[in-house]
Each structure stands twice: as C-alpha cells, then as structure tokens.
C-alpha cells in the first residue's frame, strides 16, 4: 500500500512549537540577541534557516535565553534588508483617450 508505514498507518506532518535564540552581528559592538519563536514549526532548523535567509547580517545560532520571543515576521520587519523606496511607474500615454472611447 503507497503512504503507509509498516502498521497500515498513514505518515501525518506535526507541526509543533519552536523556538531559538539568534544573535545578529555577533562579536561587534552591535550585536543584538533575539529569541526567535514559532507556534507551527516542523523543528528548529526550519526555524534557524528561516531567521537566516530573513537576517541582514551575520547570524550566531544560540539556545533561547527565555523570556520575550518574536514570530519571523517581527524579525523580517525589525532586522531584514532595508529597501530603497519604491519610484512610482510611469503613466502611460493615451491611457484618458483609451478609457474614454471604451465608455
């Protein structure tokens, strides 16, 4: 039988509770220490990739120091890369005339 373990059971994905401390930027004046924490995660290294593809920065994996954690979102929000503002695109010519014939 196709997706069954030995016991004629089907495999199900566990999404459980993880958490990690990070510290961005580790070893200079900077650095900043941050537990990172998720409440459907499959484990901690889905959590410790994640914090690293979000980061702008170094990255030092840690165990959680406890207390007050953030979600990836906040980290993304708070600690990723900084963009440039958007420039506006630029009007299309004829674009008035086009939607006035059509009226």
């Excluded at 889905?46 to 207390?67: F, H, K, Q, S, Y």
Aim: proline fraction near 10%; hydrophobic fraction near 40%.
């Amino acid at each position: 039988m196709k997706g069954r373990n030995g016991k004629g059971t089907m495999p199900t994905l566990r999404l459980e509770p993880a958490r990690i401390g990070i510290v961005i930027n580790a070893g200079e004046p900077g650095a900043i220490v941050v537990d990172v924490a998720e409440p459907a995660a499959r484990d901690s290294i889905e959590l410790a990739l994640g914090a690293m593809r979000l980061v702008d920065g170094t990255v030092t994996i840690t165990r959680p120091r406890g207390g007050a954690a953030i979600d990836l979102a906040t980290l993304a929000r708070r600690h990723g890369p900084k963009k440039p503002p958007r420039k506006p695109l630029p009007r299309r010519r004829g674009a008035a005339r086009a939607r006035a014939v059509a009226a």
